[in-house]
């Protein structure tokens, strides 16, 4: 019953900026890691950034000073400013989020991955 609900995506010019949502929805009783991946056409998926319950950060090498990974936990939302884009920035991103819930399965924690949003930087 958990979803992740991604929004912000679109077309950009390389050197703009573009900010991403990602809003669970559903019977959330805590969250864990949250995070954004990508990939590109022909590549494997690759972690973007990542921020846990208490509020460490890890960012991909290629997007150090450039993407900001941010949370509001009193909406469960977390997002991706990304700043100075470049052409090999074009992907889709994923929010990927490990999340506390009650399923037909019992309480405990389980990964959940959004749709995808697509994320195209033009020269």
């Known amino acids: 019953q958990v979803q992740l609900v991604e929004s912000g995506g679109g077309l950009v010019q390389a050197g703009g900026s573009l900010g991403l949502s990602c809003a669970p929805s559903?019977?959330?009783?805590?969250?864990?890691?949250m995070a954004w991946y990508r990939r590109a056409p022909g590549k494997q998926r690759e972690l973007v950034a990542q921020?846990?319950?208490?509020?460490?950060?890890n960012y991909a090498d290629s997007v150090k000073g450039r993407f900001t990974i941010s949370r509001d936990n009193a909406k469960n939302t977390v997002y991706l400013q990304m700043n100075s884009l470049n052409t090999e920035d074009t992907a889709v991103y994923y929010c990927?989020?490990?999340?506390?819930?009650?399923?037909?399965?019992?309480?405990?924690?389980?990964?959940?991955w959004g749709q995808g949003t697509q994320v195209t930087v033009s020269s």
């Open positions: 990927y989020s490990v999340i506390v819930t009650r399923t037909a399965a019992g309480e405990g924690k389980y990964q959940y």
């Open positions: 559903g019977i959330i009783f805590s969250i864990d890691t």
């Open positions: 921020i846990t319950g208490g509020g460490r950060l």
